[in-house]
């Protein structure tokens, strides 16, 4: 896909969003149910309620986050990097691969539209959200296997009637939510339509690139007893793009996610609380391809297909007033279909000759297997000030043959104005049924990825409405799985076919880091926040440390609101964070026999180039209507107000004088400055 193209594309996704982390001091809960024991938590609530609530959804939608996406607007926490195209943040150097994702109780898999441009979107509208908790480090026991973070979320507790409209320049959306007429039951349901496609078409461009995505929810719950309700939930997300473009191979893909679960919860007063989903889904991939690659015919048909089922259940007992118990267990079954040809040509050097060499590869594989895991942790105050949890996870899964143990512990200690929290663990992550990297010729599992985590923490009020927060952590890896990457491009409609392809197989994977966090909520018209991080990721290929994809030494956010009035609110976001590393392309002149020279490119040392800083300004002005019939709010945005160039890798502009080279790098950028506007009637 052309640069021109990608840039207008994500501009017409409105592909950044905005939010960052706000700790609260909050003194040792009464109950031991409510303490806060892990380190590494963010989250937004409709309430501020515990430390876990770094920002109200009000506080949110404030900020400036054009494209509305969920996945976007927590991308300014401490510990995420994430680019301008991506709505797959990364956790601390780990890709998103290794955090879990959990919605309404079910654990969502690839939860992205618009996969071909690696999943610009999230599939969860954020109008639906209540709570989100996000775990950067220090995971549970109940919280899977992975080795990074984990992402919980879930949707309103429907109240009286209401509908809710939006609409913006990426797309239109509704939400509905009332009870029964018993008081018993309520419902929710949403969906969006997002339209780049018409906005390309109304630019001129819709020649070159057709995009199109929507999703849509629903749930609804009744309590059969007053300890007791039950909820019917259904997840649902395509998305489709057709490429046409002069000298390029055409590409029509389409994804679609489908998810239906129950879920039972349970609260008795005084006694035992847990719940039970029950889920089955179904996730597919399709990708054609066909034309002239580099002048020589190309045919490529991708076809993949997974379905599962589900059960997980958990169980949270008080003891006594200084212990509890918390246990559960998850059973998983799936099976996966991957149909997959390519056909290409292309030209290499061999003996001094240039020829031409036809490349095919085709996999037709249909694994299946189960999946199942059990957990226990205790929470024991075994003084005033300390609580202790610690837990043990064990995972089994048949089809990698994996038998994990894991155990871990956390702790918090609150000495009256200070919180110090500490979380160390063993952490396993299996390979999922849908992630052979088929087109580059996997097609057996691997065994799982280990890690071990060590985080300590520190919160304390400053005072005058101020908060600090500072965490230090380590994560160390091991039995890492070879994986396929373009070094020099992540961005290709066809990323198995380019020449900057490389399998990388690290022995060994290390990321520390120290986070601060300072937080201003003096009581006024005025709320601002400030974070810095540093941090260091880097993976053993052979016998050299090589730093991450998206390894960034030094980060800054910081946001600012002031609201004058109720009616008007400005805010302003900003980020700098040190420049990536890329791979660098090495061009040379390979002799041939007849006496003539012709260029030939490879790959260089991996990830061993830096790119420059990177650095960006947001604003939003957001006014609010009351009306007859409920409230309007309309919104402007400037996405990167002062026309950053900031550079996800290099474009090379090769000259050839006699015997001398000379490339001229140019920046493959991010996105410009890029205006928005929108507005959400609820009523």
Known sequence: MSRVSLRFLAACLASAGAAAAQPAAEALPVKLAEVVVAPSRFGVTEERVTVTAALTSAELETLPQIGDDLYRSIARLPGLAVDDFSARF????????????RF??????????LKDIDGALSIVDPQVISRLDLATGGLPVDQGNRLAGALTLESKAPAQRRVALGLSLSGVGAMGQGRTADGKGAWLAAARRGYPDLALRAAGRDDEIDPRYHDAYAKFEYRIAPAHTVSVHALHA???LRYRRTNDPDLDSAYASSYLWLRWRAELPG??????????SRLEWKRTGGGRNDGFPFALR???????????QEWTWPLAERALVRAGFEAKTGEMRYDYTLARQQTIVAGGRQVTVPITARASLRPEGDYAAAFVAGRVRVLPVLVLEPGLRYDRQDFTRDKDWSPRINAVLNLG?????????AYAQAQGLHELAVPDGETVYRRSEQAEQKVLGFERPLGGGLA???????????RLRPRWENLDNGYDLFPEVQDDRARLAPSRGRARGVEVLVSGRPGGKLTWNASYAWSKTEERLGSRWVPRARDQTHTLHG??????????????????????PTTDVVYSLAPLTNGRRVLVSANGVPYNLALPDYHRLDLRATRRFVLKRGELRCFLDLYNVYDRTNYVGYLHRISINGTEIRDRREPRDQLPFLPSVGLAWEF
């Open 238 to 240: 395509g998305d489709a």
């Open 559 to 580: 946001t600012a609101t002031y609201a004058p009035n109720p009616r008007w609110q400005f805010s302003a976001a900003f980020q700098y964070h040190t420049g990536w």
């Open 417 to 425: 104005r200070t919180t110090l929290r500490a979380a160390w663990g």
């Open 468 to 478: 600090l927060r500072v965490e230090g952590y380590e994560r160390t890896s091991w």
């Open 90 to 101: 990364w956790v601390r150097g780990a890709p998103n691969r290794e955090v879990l994702a």
């Open 302 to 312: 991708d076809d993949r297909r997974l379905d599962a089922a589900a059960l997980r």
């Open 104 to 113: 309404d109780g079910v654990e969502l898999t690839e939860p992205f539209h």
């Open 271 to 280: 006694g035992p609380t847990g719940e039970t989903v029950l889920s089955v």
